[in-house]
């Protein structure tokens, strides 16, 4: 359900761990109260992230209509497992057309990953 509006929400892939459902917590709406509380259990003042929002990018590559939609939302709830399932509000550009499997000739699925993720990081 990445990058469209056909009445679903899209759903993480993987469970998320507890600092970013804390994150999600802290998104949702006023009055909106979480079932439990699971606040951070660091003193609100001394709280680095208290003035941040959390926002996530979703990509989804579909293969039956050679495109990659793709959006920039901001993740409201996640369920009892950890996956993201609402997110308010969805800013959803218009899908972007790739020639059919042309970036992707061995028939790899990029929705599945590409495999480790190499990033060389300069200390200086």
Known sequence: MTGTRLGHQPRSRYPKGQLTQQMVLRNQPPGVTPLFDVSLESDACNDPLQRYDLWAMLMYFDKANAEIRYEISRPIRTNA?????????????????????KDFPDGTDPNEGFGDIDVPVDPR
């Open 81 to 101: 497992k950890g996956y993201i399932t609402d997110w308010a509000p969805r800013i959803t550009p218009p899908p972007y057309p790739v020639e059919k499997f």
